[in-house]
């Protein structure tokens, strides 16, 4: 436990060296490839759901599937935080669902 609190204190301390304008920033590392298929199935949704859950254009989303284009890396950076957190993601890009959806009783933003 000591551990994980000096790996949060040691995170938050870059971020505070950063707000502050002393280190430049961070690199990101973001994946070579993505999996869209893998991350659409796992949400359960159609091509079309997807693209219009998340604001891809279908086409874009078609040809990624087929291995005819593959995503720029801002595309790959957003995909990889839909395939991690899409909840966070669609309540960001919906909130008036997000809202309705809750007054409503329920407890998962649907798109």
């Known amino acids: ?24 920033g961070y690199k990101v590392n973001l994946p070579a490839n993505v999996d869209v298929k893998g991350i659409r199935k796992r949400l359960k949704m159609t091509q079309a759901r997807f693209s219009d859950t998340f604001g891809f254009s279908l086409d874009a989303v078609k040809h990624w599937e087929g291995g005819r284009r593959t995503p720029e890396s ?9 395939a991690k957190n899409p909840a966070a993601v669609i309540a960001a890009l ?7 959806h809750h007054s409503a009783g329920g407890s998962r933003a649907r798109s």
């Open 1 to 24: 436990m000591a551990t994980i609190f000096k790996d949060l204190m040691a995170g938050l301390d870059e971020v505070d060296t950063f707000l502050a304008g002393e280190t430049t």
């Open 74 to 82: 801002s595309a790959r950076a957003f995909l990889t935080v839909i």
């Open 94 to 100: 919906h909130p008036l669902q997000q809202t309705a």
